[in-house]
């Protein structure tokens, strides 16, 4: 298991925080010109940090509208985004699982056509596409579509704990994994409480991680913290408690 850290888009905070954590997940901003980042200075960081990088494709990219032209043009853009990562050594990319209307049933081919499509576009620049569960936000697709849809187009889950819970509590995560673990390549961690707070370092919230070890006991793939501070001391935290919940 490889236990990474989110970075946002920020080289300055990726350089602060990195060390001691096996990768990068650097974000792509909504509109940004990756050509625009200092692939160097980046290299050099993770080269000084022995880590990898890994990239989150824009967040609020929808990935599928009942409109197709609209359509292609979001699989144009991704590829763009997906040929820099490639280019850049990134080793998987997180893709939010969204659409214009998450309850329009009759989108959910479209959606299963694009993330086909973006798939083959990833695998092409040599990157792995994960698809992560978003389902608390107003576009996110409800987490069992998300899974039926990720297992008829054979794509890897980003399976972000805290999202879940969000989603529907410790229910929701235990139901996710008891259906669909096995397509979980990439974890995001990290806690929350059900008023509202989130991204919070792991015990400082409700979530019971305990559910998740359950299911995902000697996991061997990718783990981001994603814990919104950069508290070197809680962020290594946070990476301790979860290795010593996965191994």
């Not at 698809?131 to 576009?139: A, C």
């Not at 998300?146 to 794509?155: I, K, S």
């Amino acid at each position: 298991m490889n236990v990474g850290l989110t970075v946002g888009d920020s080289l300055e905070r990726t350089r602060r925080t990195i060390d001691g954590f096996d990768f990068a997940e650097l974000s792509l901003g909504e509109g940004r010109d990756p050509s625009e980042i200092d692939a160097e200075r980046l290299e050099s960081i993770l080269a000084g940090a022995d880590a990898d990088l890994c990239v989150h494709l824009p967040f609020k990219q929808e990935v599928v509208t009942p409109v197709a032209e609209i359509n292609d043009a979001i699989v144009s853009y991704l590829r763009r985004l997906l040929e820099w990562a490639g280019a850049a050594g990134a080793r998987k990319a997180v893709l939010h699982g969204t659409a214009r209307n998450p309850h329009d049933t009759d989108l959910r081919p479209l959606f299963a056509d694009q993330l086909s499509a973006i798939g083959d576009a990833a695998a092409e620049a040599g990157v792995e596409l994960v698809v992560e569960n978003v389902g608390h936000q107003k576009r996110g697709l409800p987490l069992s579509v998300l899974g039926d849809l990720a297992r008829e187009t054979d794509t890897a889950v980003c399976f972000d704990v805290g999202h879940a819970y969000m989603e529907d509590g410790d229910d929701g995560v235990d139901r996710f994994l008891s259906g669909y673990g096995d397509l979980v390549s990439h974890l995001h961690v990290h806690d929350a409480r059900s008023r509202g707070d989130t991204h919070l370092p792991i015990g400082a919230g409700e979530i019971d991680y305990g559910v998740v070890a359950d299911h995902l006991a000697g996991f061997d793939g990718t783990v981001a913290v994603e814990v919104f501070t950069d508290d070197r001391e809680l962020l290594a935290d946070t990476a301790r408690r979860t290795r010593e919940t996965l191994e």
